[in-house]
T-cell receptor, first 111, second 113 residues
């Protein structure tokens, strides 16, 4: 079993839709949870960073972590064509531990 | 503020050859991590360098090695290239061996034929 799993997609939505991206993880020792966005031919960029369970909101993006079910979600409101990218969930045990990435979900937002 | 830069952007090598990839960390960052991203997969941790010493290594064979220089720039060396080494190699910089957060470069696309 991989440590972090996510549906690879591709996911295609119309502009303005609410997008839900999800990950599961296997190790209860993971404490830090991140979402990275990766455009084609670019490196990943950090979108959201959370510690332990709970919600975090930043503009149109909301990250949710449910440690009891080992489930991580990213919601994108009012999706835009510029949101078209691959979204990578990631986790680590401590802030000094290696970052473990999921395989990524490819998202296309259609105008 | 200068971001993470990697060179070259693309590289084609033959199986059995050796390759060196280079990375300049973001201004003010003293830690460099290297990741391998195969097509359709997430990045996989290769190793991290902090204060010119290896500070953690992932599940990669010894033919993957690295260096960090006093100016915090770094090299990734891969010997005896195999076809499966074809991937995007990403360098990320951070502060004081922390991974919170990682700042990635745009990678070097390596193709092994």
């Amino acid at each position: 079993q991989k440590e972090v799993e996510q549906d690879p997609g591709p996911l295609s939505v119309p502009e303005g839709a609410i997008v839900s991206l999800n990950c599961t993880y296997s190790n209860s020792a993971f404490q830090y949870f991140m979402w990275y966005r990766q455009y084609s031919r670019k490196g990943p960029e950090l979108l959201m960073y959370t510690y332990s369970s709970g919600n975090k909101e930043d503009g149109r993006f909301t990250a949710q972590v449910d440690k009891s079910s080992k489930y991580i979600s990213l919601f994108i409101r009012d999706s835009q064509p510029s949101d078209s990218a691959t979204y990578l969930c990631a986790t680590m045990k401590t802030s000094y531990d290696k970052v473990i990435f999921g395989p990524g979900t490819s998202l296309s937002v259609i105008p | 503020e200068t971001g993470v830069t990697q060179s070259p952007t693309h590289l084609i090598k033959t199986r059995g050859q050796q390759v060196t990839l280079r990375c300049s960390s973001q201004s003010g960052h003293n830690t460099v991590s290297w990741y391998q991203q195969a097509l359709g997969q997430g990045p996989q941790f290769i190793f991290q360098y902090y204060r010119e010493e290896e500070n953690g290594r992932g599940n990669f064979p010894p033919r993957f090695s690295g260096l960090q220089f006093p100016n915090y720039s770094s090299e990734l060396n891969v010997n005896a290239l195999e076809l499966d080494d074809s991937a995007l190699y990403l360098c990320a910089s951070s502060q004081d061996s922390s991974n919170s957060p990682l700042h990635f470069g745009n990678g070097t696309r390596l193709t092994v034929t």
